[in-house]
C-alpha cells in the first residue's frame, strides 16, 4: 500500500470533446442494454410498434386512396343528352366532329333503344321496357375528355357542350368526386388525430419504461450524485434508452403495416382494377418507414427527457 | 480552507449541531468523534452540501457553501472524495468501473482512465482483481475499492464516515493506515469515526462532538 505511486499527470479532457464522448458511450451502452433483457426489450418496443402502426396503416391507406381517386377523375366521362326529335344520322354526325377536337378523346353514340335497355337492366327491370308506350329517352352521346384536363379546363368543356345545338342536357357527375375529397379530407384529419393520440399513448409507455429503468439504477444514480455526476451524466442512458426503444419500435411498426399490406394486397388491387385503375396497393415503402422510425426515436426521445426531468431531481443522496 | 462559523442544523424538533465553528486547514488530517446520534455525519453531510445549514455560516475555500446551487452542486463535490461506512459500490459492473466512475464524470480520455484506475487500486492494494465484481469482495476488500473510488481523481480532501464502521480491528487499522499515507502526499483528511481507541493511537486532531456541540479539538 503506498500512497505515492507515480503515473503520468493527466486531466481531464476539455469538456466538449469528454462531452461527446461519454454521449458516444452512452448511446452504445443503452443500445446494448435493450439486448440483456431481450423480452422485456421487445414487449416495450412492439407496444410501440403497434401504436404507431395504426396512424401508419390509415396514413398509407389514405395515400392509395388518394392515387386511385386521382386516376378515376382522369377517366370522368359526360354525357350528352340530345334533343328528344333528333335523328340517329345527326347524332353520331355531332359525334364525329366533337371526336375531332383536341380536348375530346373518344365519343360514343348510343341509340335510345339501347339506351333504353341499358338502363332497364341496369336497374334490372327488364319487363319495364315493355309496359312503355314510348321511349323517354333520346339518343345520347358518351363523351370521354382528354385525360390531362384540369377542372377548369373541363369545366369550360362543360360549358361549351352545353350551348351546342341538338344538345338538350349534359351530364358530368361532379359530385361524386366532390364527395371522395371530402370523405379524404376527413379520413385525413382522423389519421392525424389518430396518429397524435397514438405517439402520444407510445410516449407514455417509453415513460413508463424509462420510469422502471429509473427505479431499477436508483442506487446507480445515487452513488452518481454523491460522487459529484450531474443530472445531465446520469439523464444521458436514459435519453440513449429511449431514443433505442422509440426508434426500434418505429421499425417494428414499420415492419407490422408492411405484413398489414402484404395481407391485404390480393383484394385491394382487386378492387382497384374494378375501379379502372392500374395501381397496384402500395404500402409506407422506404422513406416512410425511415419516417416511423425516426417518428417512433423522437416520441422516445422526448417522453424519455420528460421522465428523468420530473423523476431525477427527487432522487437526492441520502 | 474549510471553515465553520457558527453553524446549526436544526431537524424538525431535534437540534443536530448546535453552534457549531472550527477550521480545518489544508492538507490537516483530523477525525471527528463522538456517540452515535452526536452530529458527526451531519456535519460531512452540511460538507458534502447532501444537507443545508439552519443557521451560520460554511466557507470552503474562501467561498460561502450557500451560494453553491444547482448545477454548481455537482461540480463542487467532484473536488472530493468520500468514502461511505456502507461503501456504496455499484454491484452491476466490474471493480475497475467503480472505480473509473468519478474519472468518466470528470472526463478523462478511456487511455488516462485505466492508469489512474490502476494506479489507485494499487494503492489499496487491489492490482489485479479489476476485473472481478465487488460483490466478491470482502467488507474490508469492498472499503477499499471505495477508498480507491474516493481517490481516483485525485481530490484535495478526502472525507470518510464511519469508513472502519463494519470491519475489525486489524482491518480497521489497515484502512486508516491507508488514509494516513493519502494525508502524507498533501491531502487534506476528515474521517468522522466513534473507534476512539483506534484513533486516539494516531497522532492527529481528534475533533469531538456531544449531542451536536463541539466539546473538544476546536483549537490544535
Ligand atoms: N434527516 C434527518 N431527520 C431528522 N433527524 C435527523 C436526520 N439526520 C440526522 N438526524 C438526527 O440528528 C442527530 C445527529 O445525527 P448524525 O449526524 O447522523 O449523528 P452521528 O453521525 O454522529 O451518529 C441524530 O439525533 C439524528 O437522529
Ligand atoms: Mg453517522
Known amino acids: ?231 445531465g451524466f446520469a439523464r444521458r442512458p436514459l435519453l440513449y434508452s429511449g431514443l433505442w426503444s422509440g426508434a426500434v419500435g418505429g421499425l417494428l411498426g414499420a415492419v407490422l403495416v408492411a405484413l398489414l399490406f402484404g395481407f391485404l394486397a390480393g383484394p385491394a388491387d382487386e378492387l382497384f382494377t374494378l375501379y379502372g385503375s392500374d395501381q397496384t396497393v402500395s404500402g409506407l415503402g422506404f422513406k416512410g418507414a425511415f419516417g416511423l422510425t425516426v417518428a417512433g426515436g423522437l416520441a422516445g426521445l422526448v417522453s424519455a427527457w420528460s421522465t428523468a426531468f420530473i423523476h431525477l431531481r427527487r432522487i437526492q443522496p441520502r | 480552507m474549510i471553515s465553520f ?90 471493480i475497475f468501473d467503480n472505480v473509473a466512475l468519478p474519472l468518466d464524470i470528470a472526463g478523462f480520455h478511456p487511455r488516462d482512465v485505466g492508469r489512474r484506475v490502476r494506479a489507485a487500486l494499487d494503492k489499496v492494494g487491489l492490482l489485479g482483481r479489476e476485473s472481478a465484481n465487488p460483490a466478491v469482495l470482502s467488507g474490508g476488500e469492498q472499503q477499499r475499492v471505495g477508498i480507491a473510488r474516493a481517490v481516483v481523481a485525485r481530490p484535495k480532501v478526502l472525507v470518510a464516515d464511519e469508513p472502519t464502521g463494519n470491519l475489525d480491528p486489524g482491518l480497521s487499522a489497515e484502512i486508516m493506515a491507508l488514509f494516513e499515507a493519502f494525508h502524507r502526499v498533501g491531502v487534506t483528511v476528515i474521517v468522522a469515526s466513534h473507534d476512539l481507541a483506534l484513533i486516539s493511537r494516531l497522532r492527529h486532531r481528534i475533533i469531538t462532538l456531544k449531542e451536536g456541540r463541539l466539546v473538544g479539538g476546536v483549537g490544535r
Open chain 1, 1 to 231: 500500500m503506498n500512497a505515492t505511486v507515480p503515473d503520468a499527470q493527466v486531466g481531464p479532457r476539455p469538456a466538449l470533446v469528454s462531452w461527446f464522448d461519454h454521449h458516444r458511450r452512452a448511446a452504445v451502452q443503452s443500445f446494448l442494454r435493450l439486448w440483456r433483457e431481450p423480452i422485456q426489450s421487445l414487449v416495450t418496443c412492439l407496444a410501440v410498434g403497434v401504436a404507431l402502426a395504426l396512424p401508419a396503416a390509415l396514413w398509407a391507406l389514405l395515400q392509395n386512396v388518394e392515387a386511385v381517386s386521382g386516376s378515376v377523375q382522369t377517366a370522368a366521362r359526360f354525357t350528352l343528352l340530345l334533343d328528344q326529335n333528333t335523328p340517329f344520322e345527326v347524332a353520331t354526325q355531332l359525334a364525329a366532329e366533337l371526336e375531332g377536337q383536341a380536348n375530346i378523346d373518344d365519343v360514343e353514340t348510343v341509340d335510345r333503344a339501347d339506351a333504353l335497355k341499358d338502363f332497364a337492366y341496369g336497374i334490372g327491370l327488364n319487363e319495364l321496357m315493355d309496359n312503355l308506350d314510348e321511349n323517354p329517352l333520346p339518343h345520347l352521346l358518351h363523351l370521354h375528355p382528354d385525360k390531362n384536363l384540369s377542372s377548369a379546363e373541363l369545366d369550360a368543356l362543360f360549358i361549351s357542350l352545353s350551348t351546342l345545338e341538338s344538345v338538350d342536357q349534359v351530364v358530368f357527375d361532379t359530385q361524386w368526386q366532390a364527395r371522395l375529397g371530402a370523405a379524404i379530407a376527413t379520413a385525413r384529419r382522423l389519421t392525424a388525430g389518430v396518429g397524435v393520440l397514438m405517439v402520444l399513448g407510445a410516449a407514455l409507455i417509453l415513460g413508463n419504461t424509462i420510469r422502471l429503468g429509473i427505479e431499477a439504477r436508483r442506487e446507480e444514480i445515487t452513488v452518481i450524485k454523491l460522487i459529484g455526476g450531474g443530472d
Open chain 2, 5 to 94: 462559523e457558527r453553524v446549526s442544523k436544526r431537524f424538525e424538533r431535534h437540534d443536530a449541531l448546535r453552534d457549531v465553528s472550527l477550521e480545518i486547514a489544508r492538507e490537516e488530517m483530523v477525525f471527528l468523534t463522538g456517540h452515535s446520534g452526536a452530529g458527526k455525519s451531519t456535519m460531512l453531510r452540511l460538507l458534502m452540501l447532501l444537507d443545508r445549514a439552519t443557521s451560520g455560516r460554511l466557507v470552503v475555500n474562501g467561498k460561502d457553501v450557500a451560494t453553491i446551487r444547482g448545477r454548481q452542486v455537482a461540480r463542487y463535490r467532484q473536488d472530493f472524495g468520500f468514502v461511505f461506512q456502507d461503501h456504496q459500490l455499484l454491484f452491476d459492473r466490474s
